[in-house]
């Protein structure tokens, strides 16, 4: 299982339910990724996508206390463990954890790769954040990307590696 999400300097990745940037290159980066494969979300992620739909060509699954008022496509499970099981487990091919900030931290240790788009940038007006992986045991930085410029941002493609699954 992995993760995947854009963060800024200070790890900040969204404000009131959003994301907090816009990069094309990205999301390409993302559909690439994630195509053909299972999405866990919480219920705010579903939310930001365009109309609350769920993402095409994908298997989406939300976590949610409220399963009754979610679109048709998508599949809800009561807890981060319980989606975890819908999806066949974490060992499970093409399995990607795609937020909220609740969401990644409750499952982050069980992924074994985290692809993190690093914008150089800090948002002052951030409220959710990614952990930061810098500081956390078993994470290490495996590779990173050259810095490119989009819509007046610059940022980097960065691949970590939960050591301890990966060892």
Known sequence: MNAIVVADQRWAIGHDGGLLFSLPT????????TMNGTVIMGHLTLNSFPEGKPLPQRRNIVITRHPDTLPEGVEAAPSPEKALALAGGPETPDLWIIG???IYAALLSRCSRV??????TCVEESDTYFPNLDKLPNWEAESA???MQENDLKFRFIEYV???LNG
């Open 26 to 33: 990205d999301l390409r980066r993302f559909r690439s990724l």
């Open 100 to 102: 909220g900030g609740s």
């Open 115 to 120: 692809y993190l788009t690093r914008v150089e």
């Open 145 to 147: 990307g050259e810095l």
């Open 162 to 164: 939960n050591t301890k």
